[in-house]
């Protein structure tokens, strides 16, 4: 039961243009998203998160949004750099599981930014 | 500062045997959790220990154990390895577990023959 889905494997973007990501979740208890950024051979690298309560957060070239109603979040990234190529994940969170850090996620889409 | 380390970084074990993997977290987080990525899939969460005790499971059998130290670092036990736990192991930590931001170390990759 895969509740936390990024149904795009891959994604092509120009450099200097917008990069959108898709998250979408089943689980009504997750209470706050995280995108993660994997480059290979290292670890996830903490990009941006969000809790339930807010519907966008922005940081730089990088905004979340996120709508409770559809179950739904997405990444934004403006504009988009060759050093943006990676693989990101989407990872959620919920309170009821009783530890904050139990993080479920998201089969990664592979950015690349091409020149 | 330090971030995460793991240790070893790469390991190629047989079926049947037993694995030991080491983490150190990130001076002055107390909690550390364990998290399987198998190729094309995202990190699935294993354990989470804080202050020595285990707070958190994930779907994983009693093979998986792990525990951790007084200083905070953490050792994960796989017992009668099975080709299906080849895999990257990751170690995170946050400030404790009320957290939700995790730093990742850069995993250790696992080969079972």
């Known amino acids: 039961d895969q509740q936390v889905k990024q149904n795009s494997p891959s994604l092509s973007v120009q450099e200097g243009r917008i990069s959108i990501l898709n998250c979408d979740y089943t689980?009504?208890?997750?209470?706050?998203f995280l995108w993660y950024k994997k480059y290979p051979a290292e670890g996830p690298t903490f990009l941006i998160s969000?809790?339930?309560?807010?519907d966008k957060n922005e940081d730089g070239r990088f905004t979340v949004f996120l709508n409770k109603s559809a179950k739904h979040l997405s990444l934004h990234i403006v504009p988009s750099q060759p050093g943006d190529s990676a693989v990101y994940f989407c990872?959620?969170?919920?309170?009821?599981?009783?530890?904050?850090?139990?993080?479920?996620f998201g089969t990664g889409t592979r950015l690349q930014v091409t020149l | 500062d330090a971030g995460v380390t793991q240790s070893p970084t790469h390991l190629i074990k047989t079926r049947g045997q037993h694995v030991t993997l080491r983490c150190s977290p990130i001076?002055?987080?107390?909690?550390v959790s364990w998290y399987q990525q198998v190729l094309g899939q995202g990190p699935q969460f294993i354990f989470q220990?804080?202050?020595?005790?285990?707070?958190g499971r994930g779907n994983f059998p009693d093979r998986f154990s792990a525990r951790q130290f007084p200083n905070y670092s953490s050792e994960l036990n796989v017992n009668a390895l099975l080709l299906g736990d080849s895999a990257l192991y990751l170690c995170a930590s946050s400030v404790d577990r009320r957290h939700e931001k995790l730093f990742f170390g850069s995993g250790t990759q696992l080969s079972v023959l």
């Open positions: 220990y804080y202050e020595k005790e285990e707070r």
């Open positions: 969000i809790s339930s309560i807010k």
């Open positions: 001076s002055g987080h107390k909690s």
């Open positions: 990872a959620a969170s919920a309170k009821n599981t009783g530890t904050a850090s139990k993080l479920t």
């Open positions: 689980n009504s208890m997750f209470d706050y």
